[in-house]
């Protein structure tokens, strides 16, 4: 008999501290919340009440996980307990003030989760409404479009002095025929192919020459399977040595001149032209 009055006064105990604690907080502040969880017109709390003195600073990464279906249990292990006068049993709003730091700024603002009949989350409201563009996941930076150079030694593409489409030697067909493949597969590619001379001959020759030599590494590369209208072609003669060589015997100096006889294809993504 004894043991059946002690778990008689453990139940009425529970009942009684369930009771206790829906008693103690308020039901909600809004008006007219549907059955649904849609609050006709959503009151927020005055700040100057919230029985969680200064609120908190709250966890971005949990906030974007809070959406409609949530338990009330789930919502406390992400948010904590509400912040106002709001009890766990039987009411039906719980709201929050909270704390956002943005720089060197500190942004407050308060939020409210409404629950349906059953108490499963439905709607949430800030105030201000602009305190919800603070959860917008941050817009990663597109990376700057990536330039890269091929740069070919015109010995290496012709022989000497020569530009023609059957001057090009073998083994400057095989690297323009590898480069082909890689630029294919780059459909969105802006790509220019400059010619250079070194110093030897006229500054005009030199410049015909240089044009000529990218004008037949654009074609090639079009017959390859290359875009046609993704390649420019331009010369620039002498212009531009990466090797500067004193005057000497012809043979020597056609050898120490070598680095800027050269053809570059230069490749960046259709953005970047």
């Not at 005055?46 to 200064?54: E, R, S």
């Not at 250079?196 to 030599?213: C, F, K, M, Y």
Request: charged content about 25%; aromatic content about 8%; overall charge negative.
């Amino acid at each position: 008999m004894k043991h059946q009055l002690k778990i008689c006064s453990m139940v009425l105990l529970a009942v009684g501290a369930a009771f206790a604690l829906s008693a103690c907080g308020t039901r909600h502040v809004s008006r007219d919340i549907s059955p649904q969880g849609v609050a006709g017109e959503v009151i927020f709390p005055d700040p100057a009440h919230i029985v969680l003195k200064g609120g908190t600073f709250p966890n971005l990464g949990d906030l974007r996980l809070v959406g409609p279906g949530m338990t009330k249990d789930q919502l406390y292990q992400l948010l904590g307990r509400p912040h106002f006068h709001e009890g766990y049993v039987g009411v039906r709003e719980w709201d929050y003030l909270f704390h956002f730091r943005k720089g060197d700024e500190v942004i407050t603002c308060q939020y409210k989760v409404v629950y349906d009949k059953d108490y499963i989350a439905q709607t949430f409201h800030w105030a201000p409404a602009s305190c919800a563009d603070l959860l917008a996941e941050p817009v990663p930076v597109a990376a700057e479009p990536k330039e890269r150079t091929f740069n070919l030694s015109a010995d290496a593409l012709f022989a000497f002095a020569k530009y023609g489409a059957e001057d090009i030697l073998p083994r400057g067909r095989e690297e323009l025929a590898a480069i082909a493949t890689q630029l294919k597969e780059a459909d969105d590619a802006a790509i220019r192919i400059v010619g250079h001379t070194d110093r030897i001959g006229s500054d005009a020759s030199n410049q015909v020459l240089s044009q000529r030599r990218a004008q037949t590494v654009r074609e090639f590369l079009v017959d390859r399977g290359v875009t046609a209208s993704a390649i420019t072609a331009e010369g620039r003669g002498e212009r531009e040595p990466v090797k500067d060589c004193e005057d000497q015997a012809r043979d020597a100096l056609i050898a120490c001149l070598a680095p800027n006889r050269r053809v570059e294809i230069q490749v960046a993504a259709s953005s970047a032209r």
